[in-house]
């Protein structure tokens, strides 16, 4: 058997809500059924196609054809010669599928249809029966036949899927028939158990792997396992000796039958939950060639009749709801049941085939014998067919009545009603009930009553409810707490009985719901765990799980769950949904969106969530001009929290190609906006009042122009899929992700084989202003501020009203008329008043905000916050809050900005003064400039009067390198006290034009306790020379150096070629490393460029202690040289590394590091920092006792991995081997 035969596909094990026998048994009805009657779509052509007059070589010549008819995918090999080509699929010598000017992988010159990330099918997907055949034709560049192979779909089919015989025995069995109908020898099969992705097999010969097979050649006698075929076309596949182990895996495995005899073509049928006819992925929307199931109803309510008689007939449309026009994609319907005697059927489809959008009919009478065991009768009707769907039930009820007998019979509507889960207090959507009178009397007085819980509330009662009418309520649930929740509507009415009598009649509906659970939730997601939200597919991956432990997943949107799985992690940890092999979403495939919060439930009660940020990519890469060899893609990345951007070192663009075609320019299938090989870049686009009001969108780019293929590169990174990763709340411990992805085989909905429906569209809302001040007011006086909405879903937003609640409601107001509804991704805006009523004593007044409108989780709040006064007073409003300088090199004054203080009170404003102070992360003021002698500009003493206004200018002069930030103070007689404005800015170039912190592709770090430096991603045309400065004075230099592998520059480390020149520094906490380019052939001449960074303030006071038999603990320092403040804990990472060759069993690599997501956990007193490692071995407390302890300082922005500061507990200073002795101190005269 060929190799390309063999090839196995990761898939689920078990169907949600089926056990793995009922599953495998209805797939092998399924695919019986297929083999009988099977399915086609002949395309609107009598030619099979021009290649037809070409010889078609079968079997193959060009390398392997291989059909999977159970789901409808090919997959062919070795075509890597041809630019072009087609597959077909021919029926009786018509063609019935084509995927036309498919491109051939590189170097395999694979070609597959219908598969993961593989092209699709055009027009229609065919339904590929045994007798199919499979012809692929190569085509030359300019789309003309050049050559054709094909191989036929043989005629094999597994009709018993895998299942135990006896212990440790496991059989299989179907049909394999030539084309003529004779039986196929037993030689030319294989048959095969495939286990699930992560599975693997223990015993006999097939230890570690997935498949295990048997073939003619295989005796029990000789290996415990045989492949037999008899005389009548019959195979059966037979497994002894299994172990328990096995046993397990083998009921749960896909069940295969393939067909060898083809040589270079075969034919593998399969049936597993996995398996499907149709499209195999969202992307694929060429509908299945058949026909499909459809009716109008899913019950029938026959009317109360008595006994011995026989109802009126209630009608049910059947209609063919497949796709095609060839007979095979009619419909037969070859019988249709009910499993009461009760309740009889009239078939009027039953021996007329229905053509694809025609219909028929079943006709169900209700014909009662007897009154017991109750009146009340039930039954199922059952709808056989040759469809896909080949079972359709009905269900029906009816009333049998004595003779003489008057009745009203009550029955409700859906039978039971579930909420799903919300968080406590949120209300639900009103769900409606009907209740329907089939009795043959009027039922009065119908009214409802809930029972068992205060958490469901509605109405639902008539006066009268005529028979053969209803009447309708509508319910809503409000969950009073966590967990499960459950109750009743009792529906009750009295009726007139045949005596005149007064009798009731009932009806009761159960409901239920969930609070949502707040216990357990683990602050944030630690390794090995990490969390991974596709959401451009709704697909989510989890990581560093249990093998085999089964997680909860759910997608909840403002409080209310609308996605939830349940997922096994396989062998590596790893657990997913909706995705290929993957567990699926139950019940409805959510549409994962912004905002929208992953939760992750383990089996022990942990909770991880996570929140999907607002990223998008909105053009995929494109080359900035013909020929540049640079590509640029865009997108937006918003902060919803703020409307303005994410930070810029927790987002990162990807380019994604496939290992089999990669970027020629590295190598690999990836290229990251921080890849030195192509000067990648990754910025915010500037603020444009029109196409970036808000500065959320952003640009990255690659150039090529390096790459030994530019033209490829650069339409690979345009054709293939392009990503915008969000990297979490701590970028660098990657433990959540957001993905934004834009390519041709990305979409929203089920991944086959999935069938869970997508999401309807639906409207999204994001409160971009959570909170509002308004002016201080005395009664009578008002004051407005406007909030912002955006709708973040695929539906219009529409508010239906402002409505207001809390401690104050009755002193706000809306001003107008509520928003236009909203398109999705755009914003709105309304206006609240705030106007104090009454004022018996100043005070705040504060109220919520309720936006009701058509998103879930309505309403959606802000707040509103007022200071009310008795007398008439001044009220100071700056606008903007806050002003944003750009990047400033040191001492260069930036453009001034304006701030306008606004009296929105009724008496004067007045100032007592006008500064700028420093804020609580730092001592930034002296950059900051707030003079000016502009006419309009504020002024101690000077009086503003009401509604008048006055500016203040604002500029930014860096003093040093890094963040900058103060706040404009100005103190008035507003009885509110001080208003504040903040300032902040960056500088990342010193005054002489370093940059700082260095600019990618460049990347320092340094390693004070051994005086060692190393630089890296510099040409090879450049030599580079390292310099160390302290307090403005050179106090080291190396030698000019030739970058090495990588663009690597090493001074004074073992086996470097660089070392300091005339001195080895001391180097120390606040020196100045800076890396000084210039080009080889002018060594002394221009800078190139130049990069620094500072040596970081981190310190290791005690290296790796045992302080148990399962712990050890680091402590040291930590302290910003920029600001002098304690660093945060993700700024910097404690770690241990072995002096040996032998791994951590903790992590499986050479060291152990503390932080967010990692192996050890960090605790920050002041600037004192604790690192403990717990859960280790023996062998790791050992390794870790015994090896190097160290603190990392990450750089400014972790994720650009381009500075980094070393302390080593242990290590020497000085010179290296052959490196000048002399060291310095402080204070050593320049070097010239």
Same mark, same amino acid.
């Given at each position: 058997?060929?190799?390309?035969?063999?090839?196995?596909?990761?898939?689920?094990?078990?169907?949600?809500?089926?056990?793995?026998?009922?599953?495998?048994?209805?797939?092998?009805?399924?695919?019986?059924?297929?083999?009988?009657?099977?399915?086609?779509?002949?395309?609107?052509?009598?030619?099979?196609?021009?290649?037809?007059?070409?010889?078609?070589?079968?079997?193959?010549?060009?390398?392997?054809?291989?059909?999977?008819?159970?789901?409808?995918?090919?997959?062919?090999?070795?075509?890597?010669?041809?630019?072009?080509?087609?597959?077909?699929?021919?029926?009786?010598?018509?063609?019935?599928?084509?995927?036309?000017?498919?491109?051939?992988?590189?170097?395999?010159?694979?070609?597959?249809?219908?598969?993961?990330?593989?092209?699709?099918?055009?027009?229609?997907?065919?339904?590929?029966?045994?007798?199919?055949?499979?012809?692929?034709?190569?085509?030359?560049?300019?789309?003309?036949?050049?050559?054709?192979?094909?191989?036929?779909?043989?005629?094999?089919?597994?009709?018993?899927?895998?299942?135990?015989?006896?212990?440790?025995?496991?059989?299989?069995?179907?049909?394999?028939?030539?084309?003529?109908?004779?039986?196929?020898?037993?030689?030319?099969?294989?048959?095969?158990?495939?286990?699930?992705?992560?599975?693997?097999?223990?015993?006999?010969?097939?230890?570690?792997?997935?498949?295990?097979?048997?073939?003619?050649?295989?005796?029990?006698?000789?290996?415990?396992?045989?492949?037999?075929?008899?005389?009548?076309?019959?195979?059966?596949?037979?497994?002894?000796?299994?172990?328990?182990?096995?046993?397990?895996?083998?009921?749960?495995?896909?069940?295969?039958?393939?067909?060898?005899?083809?040589?270079?073509?075969?034919?593998?049928?399969?049936?597993?939950?996995?398996?499907?006819?149709?499209?195999?992925?969202?992307?694929?929307?060429?509908?299945?060639?058949?026909?499909?199931?459809?009716?109008?109803?899913?019950?029938?309510?026959?009317?109360?009749?008595?006994?011995?008689?026989?109802?009126?007939?209630?009608?049910?449309?059947?209609?063919?709801?497949?796709?095609?026009?060839?007979?095979?994609?009619?419909?037969?319907?070859?019988?249709?049941?009910?499993?009461?005697?009760?309740?009889?059927?009239?078939?009027?489809?039953?021996?007329?085939?229905?053509?694809?959008?025609?219909?028929?009919?079943?006709?169900?009478?209700?014909?009662?014998?007897?009154?017991?065991?109750?009146?009340?009768?039930?039954?199922?009707?059952?709808?056989?067919?040759?469809?896909?769907?080949?079972?359709?039930?009905?269900?029906?009820?009816?009333?049998?009545?004595?003779?003489?007998?008057?009745?009203?019979?009550?029955?409700?509507?859906?039978?039971?009603?579930?909420?799903?889960?919300?968080?406590?207090?949120?209300?639900?959507?009103?769900?409606?009930?009907?209740?329907?009178?089939?009795?043959?009397?009027?039922?009065?007085?119908?009214?409802?009553?809930?029972?068992?819980?205060?958490?469901?509330?509605?109405?639902?009662?008539?006066?009268?409810?005529?028979?053969?009418?209803?009447?309708?309520?509508?319910?809503?649930?409000?969950?009073?707490?966590?967990?499960?929740?459950?109750?009743?509507?009792?529906?009750?009415?009295?009726?007139?009985?045949?005596?005149?009598?007064?009798?009731?009649?009932?009806?009761?509906?159960?409901?239920?719901?969930?609070?949502?659970?707040?216990?357990?939730?683990?602050?944030?997601?630690?390794?090995?765990?990490?969390?991974?939200?596709?959401?451009?597919?709704?697909?989510?991956?989890?990581?560093?799980?249990?093998?085999?432990?089964?997680?909860?997943?759910?997608?909840?949107?403002?409080?209310?769950?609308?996605?939830?799985?349940?997922?096994?992690?396989?062998?590596?940890?790893?657990?997913?949904?909706?995705?290929?092999?993957?567990?699926?979403?139950?019940?409805?495939?959510?549409?994962?969106?912004?905002?929208?919060?992953?939760?992750?439930?383990?089996?022990?009660?942990?909770?991880?969530?996570?929140?999907?940020?607002?990223?998008?990519?909105?053009?995929?890469?494109?080359?900035?001009?013909?020929?540049?060899?640079?590509?640029?893609?865009?997108?937006?990345?918003?902060?919803?929290?703020?409307?303005?951007?994410?930070?810029?070192?927790?987002?990162?663009?990807?380019?994604?190609?496939?290992?089999?075609?990669?970027?020629?320019?590295?190598?690999?299938?990836?290229?990251?906006?921080?890849?030195?090989?192509?000067?990648?870049?990754?910025?915010?686009?500037?603020?444009?009042?029109?196409?970036?009001?808000?500065?959320?969108?952003?640009?990255?780019?690659?150039?090529?122009?390096?790459?030994?293929?530019?033209?490829?590169?650069?339409?690979?990174?345009?054709?293939?899929?392009?990503?915008?990763?969000?990297?979490?709340?701590?970028?660098?411990?990657?433990?959540?992700?957001?993905?934004?992805?834009?390519?041709?085989?990305?979409?929203?909905?089920?991944?086959?084989?999935?069938?869970?429906?997508?999401?309807?569209?639906?409207?999204?809302?994001?409160?971009?202003?959570?909170?509002?001040?308004?002016?201080?007011?005395?009664?009578?006086?008002?004051?407005?501020?406007?909030?912002?909405?955006?709708?973040?879903?695929?539906?219009?937003?529409?508010?239906?009203?402002?409505?207001?609640?809390?401690?104050?409601?009755?002193?706000?107001?809306?001003?107008?008329?509520?928003?236009?509804?909203?398109?999705?991704?755009?914003?709105?805006?309304?206006?609240?008043?705030?106007?104090?009523?009454?004022?018996?004593?100043?005070?705040? *007044? @504060? $109220?919520? +905000?309720? %936006?009701?409108? #058509?998103?879930?989780?309505?309403?959606?709040? /802000? !707040?509103?916050? =007022?200071?009310?006064?008795?007398?008439?007073?001044?009220?100071?409003?700056?606008?903007?809050?806050?002003?944003?300088?750009?990047?400033?090199?040191?001492?260069?004054?930036?453009?001034?900005?304006?701030?306008?203080?606004?009296?929105?009170?009724?008496?004067?404003?007045?100032?007592?003064?006008?500064?700028?102070?420093?804020?609580?992360?730092?001592?930034?003021?002296?950059?900051?400039?707030?003079?000016?002698?502009?006419?309009?500009?504020?002024?101690?003493?000077?009086?503003?009067?009401?509604?008048?206004?006055?500016?203040?200018?604002?500029?930014?002069?860096?003093?040093?390198?890094?963040? *900058? @930030? $103060?706040? +404009?103070? %100005?103190?008035? #007689?507003?009885?509110?006290?001080?208003?504040? /404005? !903040?300032?902040? =800015?960056?500088?990342?170039?010193?005054?002489?034009?370093?940059?700082?912190?260095?600019?990618?592709?460049?990347?320092?770090?340094?390693?004070?306790?051994?005086?060692?430096?190393?630089?890296?991603?510099?040409?090879?045309?450049?030599?580079?020379?390292?310099?160390?400065?302290?307090?403005?004075?050179?106090?080291?230099?190396?030698?000019?150096?030739?970058?090495?592998?990588?663009?690597?520059?090493?001074?004074?480390?073992?086996?470097?070629?660089?070392?300091?020149?005339?001195?080895?520094?001391?180097?120390?906490?606040?020196?100045?490393?800076?890396?000084?380019?210039?080009?080889?052939?002018?060594?002394?001449?221009?800078?190139?460029?130049?990069?620094?960074?500072?040596?970081?303030?981190?310190?290791?006071?005690?290296?790796?202690?045992?302080?148990?038999?399962?712990?050890?603990?680091?402590?040291?320092?930590?302290?910003?040289?920029?600001?002098?403040?304690?660093?945060?804990?993700?700024?910097?990472?404690?770690?241990?590394?072995?002096?040996?060759?032998?791994?951590?069993?903790?992590?499986?690599?050479?060291?152990?590091?503390?932080?967010?997501?990692?192996?050890?956990?960090?605790?920050?007193?002041?600037?004192?920092?604790?690192?403990?490692?717990?859960?280790?071995?023996?062998?790791?407390?050992?390794?870790?006792?015994?090896?190097?302890?160290?603190?990392?300082?990450?750089?400014?922005?972790?994720?650009?991995?381009?500075?980094?500061?070393?302390?080593?507990?242990?290590?020497?200073?000085?010179?290296?081997?052959?490196?000048?002795?002399?060291?310095?101190?402080?204070?050593?005269?320049?070097?010239?």
């Amino acid at each position: 058997m060929n190799d390309n035969a063999r090839i196995c596909f990761d898939r689920s094990t078990t169907a949600p809500n089926q056990s793995p026998i009922s599953f495998r048994r209805r797939m092998a009805s399924i695919a019986l059924t297929a083999s009988l009657f099977g399915a086609g779509f002949v395309l609107p052509t009598s030619d099979v196609t021009a290649a037809a007059v070409l010889p078609a070589n079968e079997p193959p010549v060009t390398g392997t054809i291989v059909s999977f008819p159970a789901r409808d995918f090919i997959s062919a090999s070795s075509w890597a010669n041809y630019p072009f080509v087609d597959v077909e699929v021919l029926r009786d010598g018509q063609r019935v599928g084509i995927a036309h000017n498919l491109v051939p992988q590189v170097p395999s010159g694979l070609v597959e249809v219908n598969h993961p990330g593989a092209p699709c099918w055009d027009t229609v997907t065919p339904n590929i029966v045994g007798g199919d055949v499979i012809r692929v034709t190569a085509l030359d560049a300019g789309g003309v036949p050049v050559f054709v192979d094909q191989t036929t779909t043989a005629k094999i089919v597994v009709t018993a899927t895998i299942h135990e015989t006896g212990p440790g025995r496991v059989e299989m069995s179907g049909t394999a028939v030539n084309a003529n109908g004779t039986p196929m020898p037993a030689v030319q099969l294989e048959a095969g158990a495939l286990s699930g992705s992560q599975a693997r097999f223990t015993g006999g010969d097939f230890v570690n792997q997935r498949l295990i097979r048997t073939a003619a050649a295989d005796t029990l006698a000789t290996v415990g396992r045989a492949l037999t075929t008899d005389g009548a076309g019959n195979w059966k596949a037979v497994w002894t000796e299994l172990n328990a182990v096995d046993m397990a895996l083998a009921l749960d495995s896909e069940s295969q039958i393939s067909w060898i005899g083809g040589g270079t073509g075969s034919t593998i049928f399969e049936v597993g939950p996995a398996i499907a006819p149709g499209p195999y992925t969202a992307a694929c929307n060429a509908p299945l060639a058949g026909p499909a199931v459809s009716t109008n109803v899913a019950s029938v309510l026959l009317p109360a009749t008595t006994v011995g008689s026989a109802s009126a007939a209630s009608v049910v449309r059947v209609t063919n709801a497949g796709f095609g026009t060839d007979p095979s994609t009619n419909l037969v319907v070859s019988s249709v049941t009910s499993n009461s005697d009760q309740f009889a059927v009239t078939n009027t489809c039953a021996g007329s085939p229905v053509a694809v959008g025609a219909g028929c009919d079943v006709s169900i009478v209700f014909n009662p014998t007897t009154t017991t065991p109750s009146q009340l009768k039930n039954a199922t009707i059952t709808i056989l067919s040759n469809a896909g769907n080949s079972t359709v039930s009905i269900d029906a009820t009816g009333y049998a009545l004595n003779a003489g007998q008057q009745a009203a019979v009550l029955v409700a509507q859906p039978t039971m009603m579930d909420f799903g889960t919300r968080a406590a207090g949120n209300t639900s959507p009103e769900q409606s009930v009907a209740v329907l009178n089939i009795g043959n009397v009027s039922a009065v007085n119908a009214a409802g009553t809930f029972v068992g819980s205060t958490d469901f509330a509605g109405t639902a009662g008539c006066a009268e409810i005529q028979p053969g009418q209803s009447c309708t309520g509508a319910i809503t649930f409000t969950p009073g707490g966590e967990g499960p929740r459950s109750g009743s509507l009792n529906v009750s009415a009295s009726f007139a009985d045949e005596n005149g009598a007064t009798q009731s009649a009932s009806a009761s509906i159960p409901l239920t719901g969930q609070g949502l659970l707040t216990g357990n939730i683990v602050p944030f997601p630690h390794a090995p765990i990490a969390l991974n939200s596709f959401i451009d597919r709704d697909f989510v991956s989890l990581l560093g799980f249990e093998p085999g432990e089964v997680v909860t997943v759910q997608i909840i949107r403002h409080g209310v769950v609308i996605g939830t799985a349940s997922s096994i992690a396989g062998a590596d940890g790893i657990a997913e949904v909706n995705h290929p092999g993957a567990q699926c979403w139950v019940g409805t495939t959510p549409d994962i969106r912004a905002n929208d919060v992953l939760r992750v439930t383990r089996a022990d009660g942990r909770v991880y969530v996570m929140t999907n940020a607002d990223v998008r990519v909105t053009q995929k890469a494109l080359e900035t001009s013909a020929g540049s060899g640079i590509v640029a893609m865009k997108g937006y990345a918003r902060d919803l929290v703020t409307g303005g951007p994410l930070a810029l070192n927790s987002i990162e663009a990807r380019l994604i190609a496939s290992s089999k075609n990669p970027f020629a320019i590295n190598g690999r299938r990836a290229l990251t906006s921080a890849d030195a090989l192509t000067h990648a870049t990754l910025t915010f686009d500037p603020v444009d009042a029109v196409t970036n009001p808000d500065g959320v969108n952003w640009t990255a780019t690659w150039d090529f122009n390096a790459s030994p293929n530019v033209a490829a590169d650069v339409a690979l990174a345009g054709s293939e899929q392009n990503r915008l990763l969000w990297l979490g709340r701590d970028p660098v411990a990657l433990a959540e992700l957001s993905f934004a992805e834009n390519a041709p085989a990305v979409a929203n909905g089920p991944a086959a084989p999935c069938t869970a429906p997508a999401e309807a569209p639906s409207a999204g809302i994001a409160v971009m202003t959570p909170s509002n001040t308004f002016p201080t007011l005395g009664v009578g006086a008002t004051g407005d501020r406007t909030y912002s909405v955006r709708n973040i879903g695929t539906a219009p937003l529409a508010i239906s009203s402002i409505t207001f609640a809390g401690s104050n409601p009755g002193d706000f107001s809306l001003v107008g008329a509520v928003p236009a509804p909203v398109a999705p991704g755009g914003n709105a805006t309304f206006t609240v008043r705030f106007s104090p009523q009454v004022v018996n004593t100043a005070g705040t *007044r @504060s $109220a919520i +905000v309720q %936006i009701n409108d #058509n998103a879930v989780g309505s309403p959606h709040t /802000a !707040t509103a916050t =007022g200071l009310a006064v008795r007398t008439v007073v001044p009220s100071a409003l700056m606008t903007p809050a806050s002003l944003t300088f750009g990047d400033t090199q040191v001492g260069v004054t930036s453009a001034p900005q304006i701030i306008t203080v606004t009296n929105e009170g009724a008496a004067d404003l007045e100032f007592a003064g006008i500064g700028v102070g420093n804020t609580t992360v730092g001592t930034s003021a002296i950059d900051f400039d707030v003079n000016s002698d502009a006419a309009d500009a504020c002024k101690a003493t000077q009086l503003v009067p009401a509604g008048g206004s006055c500016t203040i200018t604002a500029m930014f002069t860096p003093s040093a390198v890094n963040s *900058r @930030s $103060a706040t +404009v103070i %100005i103190s008035t #007689n507003d009885p509110a006290g001080n208003k504040l /404005a !903040t300032l902040s =800015g960056s500088s990342s170039i010193s005054v002489d034009g370093a940059f700082d912190p260095p600019r990618l592709p460049h990347a320092l770090s340094v390693f004070p306790a051994r005086d060692y430096v190393a630089a890296a991603g510099y040409a090879a045309d450049e030599v580079v020379t390292v310099e160390a400065w302290r307090n403005g004075v050179m106090i080291g230099r190396s030698d000019a150096l030739s970058p090495g592998v990588g663009g690597l520059i090493e001074v004074n480390n073992v086996l470097a070629t660089g070392c300091w020149a005339t001195a080895t520094p001391d180097l120390q906490t606040g020196d100045i490393i800076r890396a000084v380019a210039r080009l080889q052939a002018d060594p002394t001449g221009a800078i190139v460029s130049m990069d620094q960074i500072h040596v970081q303030g981190v310190e290791v006071d005690m290296p790796a202690t045992a302080i148990n038999a399962n712990t050890v603990v680091m402590t040291g320092t930590a302290v910003d040289t920029f600001t002098g403040l304690p660093l945060s804990a993700g700024s910097f990472q404690p770690r241990i590394s072995t002096k040996s060759i032998n791994n951590f069993s903790t992590s499986g690599r050479q060291d152990l590091r503390a932080g967010a997501g990692l192996q050890g956990s960090v605790t920050m007193t002041g600037k004192h920092w604790t690192a403990t490692f717990s859960g280790l071995t023996a062998a790791d407390i050992d390794l870790a006792v015994n090896g190097r302890s160290a603190a990392l300082w990450l750089g400014r922005i972790p994720a650009a991995l381009n500075e980094a500061s070393h302390a080593e507990w242990g290590e020497i200073a000085g010179p290296v081997g052959g490196c000048p002795v002399a060291g310095n101190l402080p204070g050593l005269a320049a070097i010239s």
